[in-house]
């Protein structure tokens, strides 16, 4: 999917929501425990009902790998049952990976090109050759740490450095972002620091960021939004357990609808605030 591409879907669906499938086994509904796969049917019966909702999902790769063999299995349907019923959507895979030369380009080849993600996020700690195998994929996106939104953020990446006291994020992302461009890299950048969102947009302005922390962790969609959107829309802000695990009753789907329902209204309105749609 390219930046243009991107850009069309968010005009067309009128937001900018990412939803997260951290489908955590043990907070399924219960009566989805006795199918083969309680994951999968989980992820298939949100994504059925939010998908005119939204413009991306995020699969936190963490919640599948713990599960072994089962819950890798559990991703590939997850991720192949997005791509063939909604290949529209950008479908990302929030691995955190970070490795440098052959083990990259295997991470690089896993994520897009036997699971045809659209976009990987990966840590740019280790420099730029172990960014460098996952930019080599035409149309495909690499997602930056840049400034998380954890509360463990403040050990490393608010540390003023000796150059004009910045701090290491604003280093990290001015570097980074001379190694791929704004068609191919994006950044994460946590909602729950928004007192530095507005420093990140000044030092990318023009590359899509992705924004986690709104929902359960607290950040604010209204300040973000103001901040930090663009002229082409530029934020992929990410709701996980605030939609997913709103109900665990069987209606569960349909209250997560109801929740990305209210994100999209508030979204379209910041939308045509700054004149974006």
Not at 68 to 84: F, Q, V
Request: aromatic share 10%.
């Amino acid at each position: 999917m390219t930046k243009e591409d991107l850009f069309k879907l968010i005009q067309q669906q009128k937001n900018y929501l990412c939803i997260g499938l951290d489908s955590e086994l043990e907070k399924i509904p219960g009566h989805l425990k006795s199918k083969v796969d309680p994951a999968f049917y989980f992820n298939k019966a949100i994504v059925d009902l939010t998908n005119d909702l939204c413009v991306a999902y995020k699969i936190n790769t963490a919640f599948y790998e713990a599960q072994g063999n089962k819950g890798w299995r559990s991703l590939e349907k997850t991720a192949g049952y997005i791509k063939e019923k909604h290949p529209g959507h950008l479908l990302i895979a929030d691995a955190k990976r970070g490795d440098i030369g052959h083990t990259a380009r295997m991470y690089a080849d896993t994520f897009f090109s036997r699971l045809n993600f659209d976009a990987v996020t990966v840590s740019p700690y280790m420099g730029k050759d172990s960014v460098e195998p996952f930019l080599e994929y035409k149309d495909k996106w690499t997602i930056l740490l840049g400034l998380t939104s954890n509360a463990g953020a403040g050990d490393f990446q608010l540390l003023q450095t000796g150059k004009g006291n910045r701090y290491l994020f604003e280093e990290v992302i001015e570097t980074s972002g001379k190694w791929g461009t704004d068609e191919n890299t994006m950044f994460v950048a946590g909602a729950t620091q928004t007192g530095y969102i507005k420093r990140v947009r000044e030092l990318v302005p023009d590359h899509f960021l992705l924004v986690p922390g709104i929902g359960a962790q607290g950040g604010n969609l209204e300040e973000v939004s103001r901040t930090a959107l663009n002229q082409y829309g530029g934020l992929l802000v990410n709701a996980s357990r605030s939609i997913i695990f709103s109900d665990t009753s069987k209606n569960f789907d349909v209250a997560a609808r109801d929740q990305a329902t209210k994100l999209n209204r508030q979204m379209e309105r910041l939308l045509k605030e700054k004149k974006v749609i």
